[in-house]
């Protein structure tokens, strides 16, 4: 498997020139320096959670609680995405044959599906609560991803990207983005979201990044309407 995935460059009528200077490498090292604190310090307090979780999971079905993939990470670099697994031990088969069979809700190359069938029990609490995301503050801590960014494609999604969607690209992905914090996020669009996340990248500053972490640990508490 090679380490990148064959990337465009973007040509289309919207396109993002990569930000430089010095206040842009100011403002990458800043976030980069908060990221290895932030996510060094969430691994360390919510250890027992994390660990509880992994147990409860593996007791559900007696299979690996730790879901790792290949995801596409800034420039078209692959890198492994790690998650507290909240599906079947078959989901990936039974993704292909839902395909097949014309369950796809999402429009693009993106997979989602309202009551998806391949979510057990213990893992619609998890999604529920946010909590098989735990595991990406160790993404977040080796540097393949941040706190706030797009978020990750798989490779697959990738290969349909127009140029313009390749955008999405040109910064690390992330745990949180603008999409997640979007009412009713679930119904946005394939290309709403490009869209957003296209304005993060055009905006992207440290106060940015502060809202989102904040307005997205609010709807993780008290906001499911992304459900």
Not at 32 to 43: C, K, V
Not at 59 to 71: A, C, I
Request: proline share 5%; aromatic share 12%.
């Amino acid at each position: 498997m090679t380490n990148k995935v064959q990337t465009t460059e973007p040509t289309l009528e919207r396109t993002i020139e990569p930000k430089s200077g010095f206040r842009y490498h100011c403002y990458l090292f800043t976030k980069r320096l908060f990221d290895i604190l932030a996510s060094f310090l969430g691994m360390i307090v919510l250890s027992p959670v994390i660990l509880l979780c992994l147990l409860i999971k593996w007791l559900e079905d007696f299979h690996n609680p730790v879901y790792v993939s290949t995801r596409v990470g800034k420039n078209g670099k692959l890198f492994k995405f790690y998650k507290i697994r909240s599906m079947c031990a078959n989901a990936e088969q039974m993704k292909a044959a839902l395909i097949q069979e014309g369950k796809n809700e999402a429009d693009g190359p993106a997979f989602k599906m309202k009551n998806d069938p391949r979510i057990t029990k213990f893992g619609k609490f998890l999604r529920k609560t946010s909590l098989d995301e735990l595991l990406q503050l160790w993404n977040i801590f080796n540097g393949s991803m941040t706190i706030v960014g797009p978020r990750p494609p798989i490779p697959a999604e990738v290969e349909e990207y127009t140029p313009y969607h390749h955008q999405r690209l040109l910064v690390k992905g992330g745990l949180l983005c603008l999409w997640q914090i979007q009412k009713n996020r679930n119904s946005i669009s394939f290309e709403d979201w490009v869209a957003l996340d296209l304005e993060y990248i055009e905006k992207q500053s440290l106060w940015l990044d502060l809202k989102i972490i904040f307005k997205g640990a609010f709807m993780v508490v008290f906001d499911h309407s992304g459900e």
